[in-house]
């Protein structure tokens, strides 16, 4: 579900480079993510899922490459 949205954003041009503004171009290392966390209450069941992903920028002279699992701040609705 993440891989999608992360691809149409990409080809859609609505995942925005936060420096330069233009249309990010790439990504790399997309892994999704699952991890229980135990609260100290003996209550371990709750999970949090997730995706992180490292966002290219690949407009020249723009530098801006991040590893995130906020990705869907970037994209412009």
């Known amino acids: 579900m993440s891989l999608q949205t992360i691809k149409q954003a990409i080809?859609?041009?609505?995942?925005?480079?936060?420096?330069?503004?233009k249309p990010v171009k790439e990504f790399e290392k997309f892994v999704e993510m699952t991890a229980s966390i135990w609260d100290g209450a003996g209550d371990s069941g709750h999970e949090t899922k997730g995706s992180k992903v490292t966002l290219i920028c690949?407009?020249?002279p723009c530098a801006w490459k991040e590893r995130t699992e906020f990705w869907a701040n970037y994209i412009d609705e």
């Open 58 to 60: 690949g407009n020249k």
């Open 11 to 21: 080809a859609d041009k609505k995942m925005l480079c936060p420096e330069c503004k």
